[in-house]
Nanobody, 115 residues
Framework: QVHLVESGGGLVQPGGSLRLSCAAS????????MGWYRQAPGKQRDMVAV???????AYADSVKGRFTISRDNAKTTMYLQMNSLKPEDTAVYYC?????????WGQGTQVTVSS
């Protein structure tokens, strides 16, 4: 079972930027997908961005043009670059790994966008 650890969350003003990182405990091979999800108080956990083992990406409509997902295969690390942040982006962000029918989750990192 792979262990995922998020980092990079924090407090940022509207219009600012943050970069989240997700480090995997082992190198991931084969067919899989990794992604970022977020959950705000009183709301369900929603997909933000995903990247497949083949390199294809997909984004939620609410973050298109502002967020970029990427992967560093050498370091087994996934990133989420978040630009032009809005208060509605405030949430706990979770790293996810999907391999076949199995899913692994990180512990989450808080992102707060406020003046």
């Amino acid at each position: 079972q792979v262990h995922l650890v998020e980092s990079g969350g924090g407090l940022v003003q509207p219009g600012g930027s943050l970069r989240l990182s997700c480090a995997a405990s082992t190198r991931i091979v084969g067919i899989y997908s990794m992604g970022w999800y977020r959950q705000a108080p009183g709301k369900q956990r929603d997909m933000v961005a995903v990247i497949s083992s083949g390199g294809s990406t997909a984004y939620a409509d609410s973050v298109k043009g502002r967020f970029t997902i990427s992967r560093d295969n050498a370091k087994t690390t996934m990133y989420l670059q978040m630009n032009s942040l809005k208060p509605e982006d405030t949430a706990v962000y979770y790293c996810n790994l999907q391999v076949g029918s199995r899913a692994e989750w990180g512990q989450g990192t808080q992102v707060t966008v406020s003046s």
